[in-house]
């Protein structure tokens, strides 16, 4: 395979979707979905974290002004609890006698970091000491989490799907066109035109759910992580692509069948947005071993120990889908008929 052939190639798919209006709406749709979510639900981990305080001291003073906690002092210990209780606030500072911190349940992994991190400092300022400082913490109110967080999955699906969806309609566009053919008569081979598609197609997945996760302020922690699970998730549904890609007649086939068939890939998604569904219904479904990392790496703290094992299926789900996505191809490249 020769990189500058496959290079030309991809830029062609680069050109094709910059001048079509429906290409265009595809890869903006997850971010404009996005982007008003946002709007109409509030932005996720750019606000500073709601601290609740009740005592007195040179320790208040310090967390007063610091600049990366919103603080309020309260003049009871009943009245913060129930407000931390409640959701109010994200913690509630207890200074005396011994400094309690409570955690509310619905508060987000970045918010309680900061919060641990910000009131370590403080003591540590206090006391003048440079040791490490620990007071007791609680979780207190119900677990769980916001609509705006519980997007996040969803909208990641769909910024994956894109890039598998763009990479099927450009070869079926190139088929319809008999534009691959006469591509197919120059120097570059069968091999080189998918690789460059497949490798296009996992750019463009990459840079979609990397956005869709900085937009929404899910991209604060175990960054390599989150990106192998983008890489095994985007390369299923690029897989996914090359298969449709071969298979449909048109783009209104293809459409159709992604409307039919799509409920498959984004329920694990509605899994996570809705608890009140079993949890483990989703593990029937290939997109549950891509987005459900995701979603325990930025907002449980989970690490490689903790999902090392759905990295492993969803590699295995990869390689079973690219086998697939192969035997298609070979069938196409030799003139057979596919049947959808």
Do not use: H
């Not at 680069?14 to 290409?23: A, L, Q």
């Not at 769980?144 to 799907?161: N, Q």
């Not at 750019?203 to 990106?227: D, E, K, Q, R």
């Amino acid at each position: 395979m020769k990189f500058s052939r496959m290079f030309s190639m991809a830029k062609k798919d680069v050109v094709i979707i910059t001048r079509s209006s429906f290409f265009l709406y595809m890869v903006a749709m997850p971010i404009v979905m996005s982007l008003v979510l946002t709007a109409v639900l509030g932005s996720v981990g750019t606000a500073r974290p709601t601290l609740a305080v009740y005592g007195e001291g040179e320790l208040i003073s310090i967390l007063e002004e610091e600049p990366s906690l919103n603080v309020t002092i309260f003049s009871s210990e009943e009245s913060l609890r129930e407000a931390v209780l409640e959701g109010e606030y994200d913690g509630g500072l207890l200074v005396s006698p011994t400094p309690k911190l409570l955690i509310s349940g619905k508060s987000l992994l970045n918010e309680r970091v900061t919060i641990g991190a910000t009131l370590a400092n403080a003591f540590r300022e206090v006391s003048g000491k440079e040791e490490t400082i620990l007071f007791e913490t609680k979780v207190i109110g119900t677990e769980g989490y916001p609509w705006k967080v519980r997007f996040v999955p969803f909208l990641t699906i769909i910024a994956v799907l894109v890039a598998g969806m763009i990479i099927s309609a450009s070869l079926i566009e190139e088929r319809e066109k008999k534009t691959l053919n006469a591509v197919l008569v120059t120097p570059i081979t069968p091999l080189e035109v998918i690789t460059a598609k497949a490798l296009f197609g996992l750019f463009l997945g990459l840079i979609l759910g990397t956005i869709i996760l900085v937009l929404n302020g899910a991209l604060t922690s175990g960054f390599l992580l989150i990106m192998l699970f983008l890489i095994l998730g985007t390369t299923f549904t690029v897989a996914l692509g090359l298969m449709a890609g071969v298979v449909m007649d048109n783009i209104t086939d293809l459409i159709t069948r992604i409307k039919i068939f799509g409920l498959i890939l984004y329920f694990p998604a509605f899994v996570i947005m809705f608890p009140q569904i079993p949890q483990w219904l989703g593990k029937f479904f290939p997109t549950y071993y891509f987005i459900d990392p995701i979603f325990s790496i930025t907002q449980k703290g989970a690490g490689w120990s903790d999902v090392w094992w759905k990295a492993v299926v969803l590699l295995a789900c990869d390689v079973v889908v690219l086998a697939l996505a192969a035997k298609v191809l070979k069938k196409r490249m030799l003139g057979k008929k596919i049947k959808a």
